[in-house]
Each structure stands twice: as structure tokens, then as C-alpha cells.
């Protein structure tokens, strides 16, 4: 099951007390109560395991160290250590609390999500002229504290779209070292799949149907996971009655979900041009190239055909 979107409460450290405390050593009375431990600080930071936010399933909660109180002859609080939890790549930081985003784009980059709390003063701190024995001290003070809505927004260079059962999966599989599910029936694919052609992120988005941009089926829940990639790869299946229909569905949704998502760079294909004969195939691609598209035949069986899709996916990685 993959977690795509969670909310956590993120708990700084807070700041250790300072102490009241005085000189041990013979002949000295002065005070030498130390200072507190500042509270560890929480970070995110950016992986590329896309199952990352599943450690947050059932822990609702995270909190860094607190720093630690002073302690006697001048003696510091230790710091209570930093709190760093892994997010994948794409995920978007939604602060509730203060109504700020944070997105995580690279992998390794680190960003500050709640600051630890200051450790306060000893009464060493506090001496002077007039007060030479002085048994002030200071509390420490809270870390921050903040409800963080975790929202996953894959970044891949091409997503593969298309309703459900029309060979995304397969063709994810034979491109990469991928291993989604494989069957012959609707919703095969319950959750995206991830595959990485040389240096190019391809995604494997579950099936889009007509009415997923307003809840129906499975496609509100990832249509989101598309947003960011870069280049479409519309499939149709060549087994289907209506092309023209399946074509249109999917871009209707898309159109329906945000205008800037459908007007990416789209590549349409036929899969499963196996499963019929040569007549019928050019028929339908006839009905696509009506609508000003340029549809090119695939079977995941058919090597040659599978060297078009590369040399595609080649020309985008010298882009890249």
C-alpha cells in the first residue's frame, strides 16, 4: 500500500534549564551554574524511494532530543540531537500550523521544518558588580511545534497514461527493471510503479476513467502524480472498439484536473497491435490521424516496435 498523503505533528526539541549552582573549589564562591542544551531541530529530507511517507501509516507523531539542563562548575546541557526523517522526492511540506509549503525537488536536500527550543542561562550568567551571588536561571524555551500535511507529487520524465488495462504496466516492465503487477482485468495497477530507463524516471500512472477528475475510480487519487511529469505517454489499446472515445476520455479528465497538465507534451500509442490484424490496425490508426494525432503501433511481444519507444525515450534523455 502506498502512503501518498499523511498528516504528522513535528516536535522540536526543547531547550534544557540552566542551572543554579556554585564554585566547588576551595576558596572560590562564585556561581558556576551552566547553561541549558539547545533542543534538536527536525529536517526533511529527500530520498527517491517512493514508499517513504509508508513509515508514517500508524506513527502520527515525531519529536527531536531535548536539550539537556546545565549543570554545575560551568557545566553546558548537552544538545539534544537533530531529528531527521526522509521524505521521497516530490514530496510537498503543507505547515498547517503557520500556512506555509515546503517542497522537496533533489534528492539528499535537507530543509529546516521546526527549530529546536534555546537552552536558557545558569545563574553563572547572571553575575555581576552588585549581585555576585546571584540564583537567577533561566527556563528553556519550547521547540516548535506544527501539524505537517505530507502530500507525495512524484516527479518522473514520462508518465504513461491511459485507461485501465491497456498495457501500461507491461510496457513499464519490458523498458525497465520495474516489476508491476500484470493481468487482464480493470485496475490491475492499484498504486503508480516507478522504472528508470538509463537516467529517465518513468511512471506507470493507474488507469483514468471518465469522471476521475471529480472522485470516480481511482484517478482523483494520482492524477495529482502527473502533474509534475514532464512528457505524456497516452496508450490506447488497439483491441478497443473506440479509440477515438478512449482518446478523448482520458484527455477530457485531464483537461478537467488543471489546463497545465494537458497541455504537456504528449506521445500516443497503440498497444496490443498483436492482438489484431494488420487491416483493423491501420483502420484505427486512420481514426487518430483524423484527429490530427500521430499514433505509433507497440506490442510489448514485438521487438521492433519496442525499438521505436526507445529511440523516443533516447531523444528526451538527450534533452534532459
Given at each position: 500500500m502506498l502512503i501518498d498523503d499523511v498528516t504528522i505533528e513535528v516536535i522540536a526539541g526543547n531547550g534544557g534549564k540552566g542551572a543554579v549552582a556554585f564554585d566547588k573549589n576551595l576558596g572560590a564562591k562564585g556561581p558556576a551554574g551552566g547553561k541549558g542544551g539547545n533542543g534538536g531541530s527536525v529536517y526533511a529530507e529527500g530520498i527517491s524511494d517512493l514508499s517513504g511517507l509508508n513509515q508514517f501509516r500508524f506513527k502520527k507523531e515525531i519529536r527531536a532530543e531535548d536539550g539537556q539542563d546545565g549543570r554545575s562548575q560551568f557545566r553546558d546541557g548537552v544538545t539534544g540531537k537533530d531529528l531527521i526523517f526522509k521524505v521521497p522526492v516530490g514530496t510537498v511540506l503543507h505547515n498547517l500550523t503557520s500556512g506555509t509549503d515546503i517542497e522537496i525537488t533533489r534528492i539528499g536536500e535537507q530543509v529546516l521544518i521546526a527549530k529546536g527550543g534555546h537552552g536558557g542561562k545558569g545563574n553563572f550568567h547572571f553575575r555581576s558588580p552588585i549581585n555576585t551571588s546571584p540564583k537567577e536561571f533561566q527556563e528553556g524555551t519550547p521547540g516548535e511545534r506544527f501539524t505537517v500535511r505530507l502530500e507525495l507529487k512524484m516527479i518522473a520524465d514520462v508518465g504513461f497514461i491511459g485507461l485501465p488495462n491497456v498495457g501500461k504496466s507491461s510496457l513499464l516492465n519490458e523498458l525497465t527493471n520495474a516489476k508491476a503487477k500484470v493481468a487482464n482485468y480493470q485496475f490491475t495497477t492499484l498504486e503508480p510503479n516507478l522504472g528508470v530507463y538509463y537516467e529517465l524516471i518513468l511512471a506507470d500512472i493507474p488507469?483514468?476513467?471518465?469522471?476521475?477528475?471529480?472522485?470516480?475510480?481511482?484517478?482523483?487519487?494520482?492524477?495529482?502524480?502527473?502533474?509534475?511529469?514532464?512528457?505524456?505517454?497516452?496508450?490506447?489499446s488497439a483491441e478497443s472498439e473506440h479509440p477515438e472515445s478512449d482518446y478523448k476520455t482520458v484527455r477530457n479528465e485531464l483537461k478537467k484536473y488543471s489546463a497545465a497538465l494537458a497541455k504537456k507534451k504528449e506521445y500516443v500509442f497503440f498497444t496490443k497491435m498483436d492482438m489484431i490484424d494488420e487491416k483493423e490496425l491501420k483502420k484505427k490508426m486512420a481514426i487518430l490521424k483524423k484527429m490530427k494525432l500521430s499514433p505509433i503501433s507497440i506490442s510489448v511481444y514485438d521487438d521492433e516496435s519496442l525499438k521505436r519507444v526507445k529511440k523516443i525515450l533516447n531523444e528526451i534523455q538527450k534533452e534532459k
Open positions: 488507469g483514468l476513467i471518465e469522471g476521475a477528475s471529480g472522485g470516480k475510480g481511482l484517478g482523483i487519487k494520482f492524477l495529482r502524480h502527473i502533474e509534475r511529469t514532464k512528457i505524456l505517454f497516452h496508450l490506447i
